[in-house]
């Protein structure tokens, strides 16, 4: 698979299916003639577990995702918007009531960004988990670009991630964010084009490439691997732009 095939089928957008129809998020102006928003908070999702099912989403037993669900590899291409307040977060196999995870009841905070994260748990299982992560854009400048990279593949024991040939990125085990939360702060580079390679740790091959990558000056921007093993041509970065 090519990469315009694979971000094609990967970029989908329904960054804004948690909808602000949820209670309280949007009201009438007096006017009558136009929309006014009330505080809000955003949330983006990114579903990278390759082994398992579609899922559906539900924020306090509200179902907030499409019709059919989210496929393993889709992801928000911006950020949606919510009522602030303390969810419970469910990840059921779609068109069912089988939970799959869930995220514990705790607070989206006003004009706070969070980013939840479901993912496998081992190579080959379809065990899933999920995390909820606070995405801090209070360094963030119009002089620098800045980035994050997650390994999110589950076949992928360790991975170096390379920025026009600069090692920036070293030995990151699947998911390690979730218990190391200094990768999920974003680092500042250098605006421009970037070729972006991801190798094994432990071998030094080159497990996947994306060229030609644009950083833009106050552009902030989440890479990571993800896909299956390498055998079956499916391994992949991505690089999700933060807007909302």
Do not use: H
Not at 153 to 176: C, E, F, H, K, W
């Amino acid at each position: 698979m090519n990469d315009t095939m694979r971000n094609n089928r990967q970029q989908l957008f329904w960054g804004s299916i948690i909808l602000l129809v949820l209670s309280g998020a949007v009201g009438c102006s007096k006017a009558g003639s136009s929309l006014t928003v009330t505080a809000v908070t955003y949330v983006s999702v990114i579903n990278e577990a390759p082994y398992s099912s579609a899922v559906d989403i539900y924020l306090n037993g509200t179902l907030v995702s499409p019709t059919g669900g989210i496929a393993p590899g889709e992801y928000s291409t911006q950020y949606g918007s919510v009522k602030p307040g303390t969810y419970t977060v469910d990840f059921k196999k779609a068109g069912t009531d089988t939970l799959l995870y869930e995220i514990p009841a705790s607070s989206y905070d006003t004009s706070n960004f969070y980013t939840l994260i479901l993912y496998n748990t081992a190579p080959g299982s379809a065990a899933v988990q999920a995390v909820k992560i606070l995405d801090n854009f209070t360094q963030v400048t119009s002089t620098n670009a800045y980035y994050r990279f997650f390994n999110l593949s589950p076949d992928v024991p360790d991975a170096d991630l390379y920025m026009n040939g600069s090692i920036v990125q070293q030995q990151r085990t699947p998911a390690d964010n979730v218990d190391n939360l200094t990768y999920d702060e974003f680092q500042a580079v250098n605006p421009e084009a970037y070729n972006l390679q991801v190798k094994s740790s432990s071998t030094d091959s080159v497990l996947a490439t994306l060229s030609s990558v644009p950083l833009a000056a106050g552009g902030v921007y989440t890479i990571f691997l993800n896909g299956t093993d390498k055998s079956a041509n499916n391994l992949a970065i991505s690089v999700l732009q933060a807007s909302f």
